[in-house]
């Protein structure tokens, strides 16, 4: 009743009432203005210009439309095909191998699509570098594909034109602006694609005044020149974790957000791997880590120490100075700095010579080239270094962004085109360029929305999504990956490289370009193809195309740089402090906020603190008190000149006397979930010697009226104590005993203790055909989330807002439980809530255990969720009346309820509240209503398909052939899901050994009987009396 | 039913009362127009019933989100709301059916009040139960009904369905006994009505009594055949509420004590409700010579007895708690004396452990004031414990990730008094419309239990079979 006095609107024209509108109101085919009328339609109906003579063949067209439509209830926007194409089939997934990348980040993946429409996104597992894991951010950049707020057309200013007429103007503009000597400057983030650098080159050759300047709003440039000092390779090489028995990152957040993450976690992982799930190894490798505020990499670390952004080099300078002490070799001299576990680290790099990593997250080229002569003095260089296998994630230049900025102010620049670059919000000196931009007479944005920068720019001309695109990517030198489009253009939207073609002159089909590229290139590497057919084929087929003749001639590398210079140059710029200092960072989730308007993005809660939607102030316990704040008081950040006001998130794990902020947030124009969601950070980077610093000393942190709460999807940090939930064990101690770190409970009987599962007043259901279960590797669980993502896009989850996760309503069916040590004992429980001021970490992904005495189906009373045969426990939404006695009654609280509906309702305004945003639903999979609980199906229609290709096939499912899209997300295979009723599967090897090892069932002791066993933590760490421990962290 | 009563007992109804002053005294209000108090207290009735109807339909309309629940507190004011109606509730068949057993002949001037706000706080429950409901239009498949859906039945294994068979049946014997009990006086109304339409819609509600002895012989035996019927489900219905929760696997719920102390305790606040709603009614309507102090005394004693028990429960909770050396449970309980909603818990055990022990002063259990208050707060301490056991438990479970509060939101606390609003037209209305003393069966304990002796026998209603009254010798 309601609704009927709401208003809805058929589009912004219906509400802003404009003239056209009102004139065409009525009109059955409104068609106001030609040039915003959809091309196909165009075809059709013959345009605007309908003739006389048409009149038959449109009233015949007439007569078939409508006496079909009288047949059946019309169908609404879904055109079935009139003939099937070839090798489609409705219902059916067609996969296509793609490559994700966004500025410089990168991921070989697969394409779901189902008739013509891509769902989801899965890891390419033909790659040598992301080895078919995937990120969040490459989970969720499928729903970027389906953004409302993108443009769908070229623009000048705000006037809507077609692309002959953009075309048009700017190539006469680019020409008068070449005419008049005036400079052109192409503005990009890092460029993966050779074929569009070669574009770009074509470009700059008929426009002989263009340059192509890219910079990374994340630089790594003091990375890329330490190399060029030391090395003479202006490069920054590829790591190898698998291979470092010591690894040592100095505020490198390596698994969440540094160079290139993805490449880095299996990799690490198989490092941490232990017992049947690391081939049967009893070592592991030993992760140390200092940063300043906990990053999901430090929540990884065996040991960790913190140190102020002030101090950022005087610890790689202490650090390699203790190295050179313990190895026989010359100091560095310069100052030294005390920081818990450096003594410790240096120790065991010194023991683990060559097989060791010291790794930086600075941007200081002094500071990378100590940890460059560490490296060496360690001898890392040849066996977990590869400065052969350059890597191109980050190529930007940060001189030379600087130096367009003062051109640009100083009235220099004659045109700008930015593709891929937002400096506006993402540079430090973005206000400057805001204001010099309109000074530049041609500026052209190839953004997909009027975003900061594309919106003060003269044109926007908006490049599709990268699944609507024809591209290839050199991730690494020597690794080759082809972009192809999953779907036709949704918008009329032109790729980058085609408008630069259209307006160098060239024949602008980006394909052929691209093809032809390929051919004259790559194709004279490859070897055993009968034709560039058949290679493109296979190319187009697998994806990548890896050569095998990539030089491998870095072994003898040798160390040029001077680090004793370096030493003195750290020394001068690194002096203590006593102030409050700012450390900015990535978070996982939202990077550079490039992707701001992603609201699986957005909900998705940081690995460490648990929060989303927001960033914020983190302070440490410890400062907090001693500023008389507390979590959600709003503070002012004042650094030079500049503030921004912020809520207080106390972090566990940061260092005293700093404030951690992420930047990625407070987009003003990224759309609607993107703005104003938290505040800009770039302003606070700074410019220090021609580098970007990510850091700020002396900043002024001062309490403001208010509080604003954070969105956090866990608010109670510490696990208590509870055993029966978290289980580890030191390495020292699991190489003794595979049981190390168990908790058995026992239950006493008649007969004395019994083991739980002994005693049963059910008596369990068969599984006579499958078993599907799940095993959680904790120690190879980094907390990334990616399978959050990728179980959102899987299953249709819904996004619910701000608000409604503070409510603690957030739908996600599996989650990272993130749990922090705590330094109380055991009973106290007041003090176990609270987190050691520098805590031990795990992550412990849950979701659905499937208990086979499930607490939830005995408490249903229509019979809503059941268990089927094969050990699922089973959801039935249509029978649900929403008792929501089933999550109560579940130990494991990963029961989700449908408080709201939450599509087709403004309050919920994300994808599900509009149709282009609809596209990303899994066809597969219901979309709840509201009033229903819903939770994890372990991917029941996956399980479902698969058994249905098996049958058709006349077989039985392979081992490890169905995959839930948990498990498949995952970089560091640490979800391994399979059927515990066939031997040969990964799950069942694994649950063999590990039944009298590592795996252990989640409450045990409530005897529910999980499909799900975890494997314990193990902690690489010595065996060290607890109270000297509590002394450390206090030190 | 009579039976000699010692003459040292105190009189049950006083100022020496004769049959005709009892009928006189408990028509008056049903025949006369409605008083002023009355409908001012309708008015504002209706008024809280009408805002909460909204409330509610906008809950219905938008869904559960408008309550303040969350992922891991799935039920709060919801279900503590139909937990304290339905214990309200108890307390009216336990007068009509156990006390009556017990011959506890001063239940009479109650039991008919007793029983009606018995079958107004069931209702209030049931709206709870279908409320709580994510998709209420569906409340009929808990019912386990033939139908076309395929082989679907209901869980037989589910508490909930028990608490539906459980509540049903009760409601429906609650709402028998009542009317049976209404019948006498029903035709006594009718009997003395002026205007026909009263005369008829009292004529057709009394079923055609005609007072003979077979008809009085017939309703004694259905009485006590009823009052059998009932008195297990007095203990049922909240043994079986309590298994909402006792068979649950949440510390804190997973509790064997449960049962009788869920009894217990719902009788305890329904003497407490029946206390509230009898000291109201008997000023307004004049009733004191019928509801006298003895009569609240002797339920202030029930509230002491049921009070203690149930504090004795708490205690037993928490050495149970302890003794069991189960993590979970003791955190559980240590939580809620210690927790976040320690404030919950302090005002479960003053109102309900500490304020009943109050009555062994004679001087305050037979204090009107004094039972007033404490009965409102006897009321306020069942409804936190309820909460307490909901909430509390919820709130921290077993994976701490998932801890969290629960803060009610405008329409959690709406559509609480929508139950109100509810309860208290229906009561009013059967106040007016309806004797709210059982006129038959206190005329029974006239002859016995009086003050004084009637002087005689005129004014009889009509229809009422009149025997030469049999004196109490002992009283001469």
């Known amino acids: 009743m309601e609704n009927t006095t709401k208003r809805y609107w058929k589009g912004v024209e219906e509400l802003r009432n404009d003239a056209t509108f009102v004139k065409n109101a009525n009109s059955e085919f409104a068609n106001p203005d030609p040039s915003e009328s959809p091309s196909d339609l165009d075809g059709l109906l013959g345009g605007s210009n309908t003739k006389r003579r048409d ?30 194409p070839e090798a489609t089939f409705p219902s059916i997934s067609d996969y296509y191998a793609s490559t994700y990348t966004d500025g410089g980040d990168y991921a070989a993946i697969l394409v779901e699509t189902r008739e013509g429409r891509p769902i989801k996104i ?137 160079v290139s993450p993805l490449e880095y976690a299996l990799p690490y992982a198989q490092g941490r791997k232990i017992g049947a799930v690391g081939s049967g190894k009893k070592t592991m490798s030993r992760h140390y880590q200092f940063e300043t505020g906990l990053s ?151 953004a997909d929305r009027a975003d900061e920068t594309a919106s003060l720019a003269k044109y926007i001309t908006p490049a599709p999504h990268f699944l609507e695109c024809w591209n290839d990517a050199e991730p690494k030198q020597g690794s080759y990956s082809l972009t192809q489009p999953a779907i036709t253009h949704i918008f009329k939207t032109r790729q ?113 603190t648990k929060a989303c939607w927001d960033n914020y102030a983190a302070l440490s316990q410890k400062t907090a008190n001693d500023m008389g704040l507390a979590q959600n008081d709003l503070v002012t950040i004042t650094v030079g000149g500049k503030s921004m006001e912020l809520p207080v998130l106390v972090q566990p794990g940061q260092a005293d006397n700093t404030v951690s902020v992420a930047v990625g947030y407070g987009r003003e124009k990224g759309g609607k979930s993107a703005n104003g969601v938290g505040k800009n950070a770039f302003p606070f980077v700074s410019t220090v010697n021609g580098h970007l610093s990510y850091s700020a000393v002396n900043a002024k942190v001062e309490k403001a009226s208010g509080t604003r709460e954070i969105a956090q999807t866990q608010t109670h940090d510490t696990v208590m104590g509870r055993r029966a939930v978290v289980q580890e064990a030191k390495l020292a101690d699991y190489q003794k005993n595979p049981m ?51 179980c959102q896009s899987e299953n249709n989850i819904q996004v619910v807002g701000r608000q409604e996760v503070i409510n603690r309503r957030e739908m996600h069916w599996i989650r990272i439980d993130r749990y922090y040590s705590s330094d109380a004992e055991a009973e106290d429980f007041k003090a176990l809530e609270v987190a050691s001021a520098n805590p031990e970490v795990v992550f412990q992904p849950m979701l659905c255990q499937h208990c086979s005495n499930a607490p939830c189906e005995t408490v249903c009373p229509v019979l809503a969720t059941t268990h089927s045969t094969e050990g699922l426990n089973q959801m039935t939404y249509n029978r649900c009346i929403g008792t929501r006695y089933c999550a109560n009654n579940c130990p494991y609280k990963v029961r989700r309820f449908n408080w709201w509906k939450y599509f087709d309702n403004d309050n919920f305004d994300y994808h599900f509240n509009n149709d282009l945003g609809k596209m990303v639903i899994n ?31 006349r077989r039985r499912p392979l081992p490890d052939e169905i995959q839930t899209a948990c498990a498949q997300a995952c970089p560091t295979n640490a979800i391994i899901f399979g059927d515990m009723n066939n031997p040969e599967s990964t799950i069942s090897k694994t649950l063999e050994v590990e039944m009298k090892g590592r795996a252990f069932h989640v409450l045990e002791e409530i005897n529910v009987r999980p499909q799900i066993s975890y494997l314990t933590k193990i902690r690489n760490k010595d065996e060290m009396p607890k109270q000297e421990t509590r002394q450390e962290s206090q030190a | 039913m009579s039976h000699v009563t010692s003459a040292v007992r105190t009189p049950l109804v006083t100022g020496g009362k004769t049959y005709a002053d009892v009928t006189e005294d408990i028509s008056r209000q049903v025949e006369g127009s409605p008083t002023r108090e009355w409908t001012i207290a309708f008015t504002i009735s209706v008024i809280v019933l009408l805002y909460g109807t909204a409330c509610v339909f906008w809950t219905w309309w938008e869904g559960l989100g408008v309550w303040g629940l969350n992922k891991t507190v ?101 709402l028998v006994f009542w009317y049976m009990g ?164 302090a005002a479960m055990m003053t109102c309900n452990v500490i304020s009943p022990q109050l009555f062994w002063s004679r001087t305050i259990r037979r204090s009107i004031v004094w039972t007033f208050v404490l009965s409102v707060i006897v009321n306020i301490g069942m409804w936190f414990e309820r909460f307490v056991i909901i909430v509390t438990s919820l709130h921290r479970d077993y994976l701490p990730s998932s801890w969290a509060m629960f803060h009610p939101t405008l329409f959690d606390i709406s559509d609480y008094i929508f139950s109100f609003g509810l309860f208290f037209t229906l009561f009013l209305l059967f106040a007016k419309f309806l004797p709210v003393v059982n006129m038959a069966e206190v005329k029974a304990i006239i002859k016995s239990s009086s003050e004084k002796l009637p002087v005689s026998v005129s004014g009889v209603a009509k229809g009422e079979r009149v025997t030469n009254p049999t004196f109490n010798k002992d009283a001469e």
């Not at chain 2, 108890?90 to 156990?98: K, P, Q, R, V, Y």
């Open chain 1, 55 to 84: 009149f038959m063949k449109v009233m015949g067209f007439g007569m078939a439309a409508v006496s079909l439509a009288a047949c059946e209830t019309p169908v609404h926007k879904a055109i079935p095909y009139l003939n099937k």
């Open chain 1, 122 to 258: 899965e890891g390419n597992p033909l790659s040598s570098i992301s080895k078919g894991g995937t990120t969040a951010r490459v989970q969720a950049s499928l729903l970027s594909l389906y953004d409302i707020d993108k443009l769908n057309g070229p623009r000048r200013g705000e006037t809507v034109i077609d692309w002959a007429t953009a075309d048009r103007e700017i190539t006469s503009q680019l020409a008068s602006v070449t005419a008049r000597g005036g400079a052109i400057r192409i503005v990009t983030s890092t460029i993966l694609s050779p074929a569009t650098k070669a574009v770009v080159a074509d470009f700059i050759a008929k426009y002989p005044s263009a340059r192509h300047i890219m910079y990374d709003a994340n630089s790594a440039f003091g990375m890329v020149q330490a190399n060029q000092t030391s090395f003479g390779q202006a490069v920054i090489p590829t790591y190898d974790f698998s291979k470092a028995q010591t690894i040592v990152s100095l505020g490198a957040d390596f698994l969440g957000t540094w």
């Open chain 1, 296 to 446: 999901m990499t430090g929540a990884n670390a065996d040991y960790r120490g913190t140190y102020k952004p002030s101090q950022e080099g005087l610890v790689a300078l202490a650090l390699y100075n203790k190295v050179a002490a313990k190895v026989g070799s010359a100091s560095a001299g310069g100052a030294s700095v005390d920081i818990q576990y450096l003594d410790k680290a240096a120790t065991d790099l010194a023991a683990t010579r060559g097989r060791s990593l010291v790794v930086s997250g600075s941007n200081d080229p002094n500071v990378q080239v100590i940890v460059n002569a560490l490296n060496n003095l360690l001898g890392n260089y040849g066996t977990t270094i590869d400065l052969g296998k350059p890597v191109n994630y980050r190529q930007g230049n940060d001189q030379q962004m600087n130096a367009f900025i003062d051109e640009a102010k100083a009235g220099r620049v004659g045109a700008v085109l930015f593709f891929g670059a937002n400096p506006v919000y993402d540079h430090p000196r973005g206000a400057e360029l805001a204001e010099a931009l309109p000074k530049i007479s041609l500026s052209i944005s190839f």
């Open chain 1, 496 to 608: 980058f490289q085609s408008s630069l073609l259209t307006w160098a002159g060239k024949p602008n089909d980006f394909q052929t370009y691209l093809k032809s590229f390929w051919r004259t290139t790559y194709y004279p590497q490859a070897t055993g193809f009968d034709s560039f057919d058949a290679f493109w084929i296979k190319c187009l087929h697998d994806g990548v195309f890896e050569t095998s003749t990539a030089q491998t001639a870095a072994a003898g590398a040798s160390f040029a740089g001077n680090v004793a210079q370096a030493a003195a140059a750290v020394t001068q710029r690194y002096k203590p402090t006593t102030g409050m200092e700012l450390a900015l960072y990535e978070k996982v989730s939202m990077g550079t906020g490039s992707t701001a308007n992603n609201p699986w993005l957005q909900e998705m809660p940081d690995p460490v």
């Open chain 1, 740 to 790: 190390a770190g168990r908790y058995v409970p026992k239950v006493e009987t008649s007969e004395g203790p019994t083991e739980t599962a002994d005693i049963s007043l059910w008596h369990g259901y068969g599984k006579p055909n499958h078993s599907w279960g799940m095993v959680i590797d904790l120690n190879s669980c980094i907390g990334c989330n990616a399978c959050v993502v990728g």
């Open chain 1, 923 to 953: 066809p597969d999979v219901t979309v709840r209503s509201r009033g229903v609980i819903e939770k994890c199906s372990f991917c029941v229609q996956r399980i479902q398909e698969g058994k249905l290709t098996a049958k058709k096939e």
């Open chain 2, 74 to 174: 799935g039920w709060a004011w919801d279900i503590t709301n139909f937990v304290w109606w339905v214990g309200i509730g108890h307390a009216g068949t336990l007068i009509s059916a156990i006390l009556l057993l017990f011959r506890q002949k001063w239940r009479t001037a109650v039991n008919r009040a007793a029983e009606a706000m018995t079958i107004f706080a069931v209702l209030c429950a049931a709206s709870f139960i279908l409320m709580h409901m994510g998709r209420p239009w569906l409340a009929y498949w808990a019912l386990p009904l033939p139908n076309t859906f395929g082989s679907l039945w209901v869980n037989f294994k589910s508490p909930l369905v028990w608490d539906v068979f459980a509540i049903s049946t009760y409601f429906t014997v609650s």
């Open chain 2, 182 to 345: 209404l019948l006498p006086d029903l035709a006594t109304i009718r009997d003395r009505a002026r205007s026909k339409v009263s005369r008829y819609i009292y004529g057709a509600f009394s079923l055609g009594w005609n007072g003979s002895a077979k008809t009085w012989a017939r309703y004694e035996y259905m009485s006590l055949i009823l009052a059998g019927l009932s008195t297990p489900l007095v203990l049922s219905v909240h043994t079986i509420v309590s298994m909402d929760f006792a068979t649950s696997v949440i510390p804190g719920w997973h509790t064997t004590i449960f049962p009788p102390y869920f009894v217990a305790g719902a009788i305890f606040s329904g003497f407490a409700m029946v206390q509230n709603l009898m000291l109201i009614i008997r000023v307004v309507f004049k009733l004191e010579d019928y509801i006298t102090v003895e009569h609240i005394e002797s339920m202030n004693k029930v509230i002491t007895l049921t009070g203690s028990i149930v504090g004795v429960a708490y205690l037993t909770e928490f050495f149970i708690a302890w003794y069991s050396g189960v993590e979970f449970e003791s955190y559980a309980f240590i939580n809620r004396a210690t927790g976040p909603y320690w404030w919950a818990y």
